[in-house]
């Protein structure tokens, strides 16, 4: 049974650097993709960016609009924990919102769709303030 827990999240003020991880249990990390995903107040959930199961990070198509900074958002993972990482950097009040992660077997060099994910966690809030 694959199983997913967020950690991570809590108060931020803008301009920090954030890390969120994701521990993961039940799978095989290098037939994996593990996407980050948000879900702001009041709005539809988004993709950010997957960790491949080549180890690699893509980011989903809705980061190359609406303003969205790539730059500032990155992921890695430590197959030996079988966690997975998302880093923020430079935090933005826009940038408040719970952050799930997610899982799925996919052996490709990319990010699979978001309804390919049947595995969830729980998510974790970030909030953004000074």
């Known amino acids: 049974q694959v199983q997913l827990v967020e950690s991570g999240g809590g108060l931020v003020q803008p301009g920090a650097s954030l890390t969120l991880s994701c521990e993961t249990s039940g799978l095989t990390m290098d037939y994996y993709a593990v996407g980050w995903f948000r879900q702001a107040p009041g709005k539809k959930r988004e993709g950010i960016l997957c960790?491949?199961?080549?180890?690699?990070?893509?980011?989903?198509?809705?980061?190359y609009f609406d303003g969205f900074t790539q730059s500032r958002f990155s992921s890695s993972r430590d197959t030996a924990s079988k966690t997975v990482y998302l880093q923020i950097d430079n935090v933005e009040p826009g940038d408040t919102a719970v952050y799930y992660c997610?899982?799925?077997?996919?052996?490709?060099?990319?990010?699979?769709?978001?309804?390919?994910?049947?595995?969830w966690g729980q998510g974790t809030l970030v909030t953004v303030s000074s």
């Open positions: 997610a899982a799925t077997f996919f052996y490709f060099r990319d990010c699979p769709a978001p309804d390919r994910y049947e595995n």
């Open positions: 960790s491949t199961s080549y180890g690699e990070t893509r980011f989903y198509v809705e980061t």
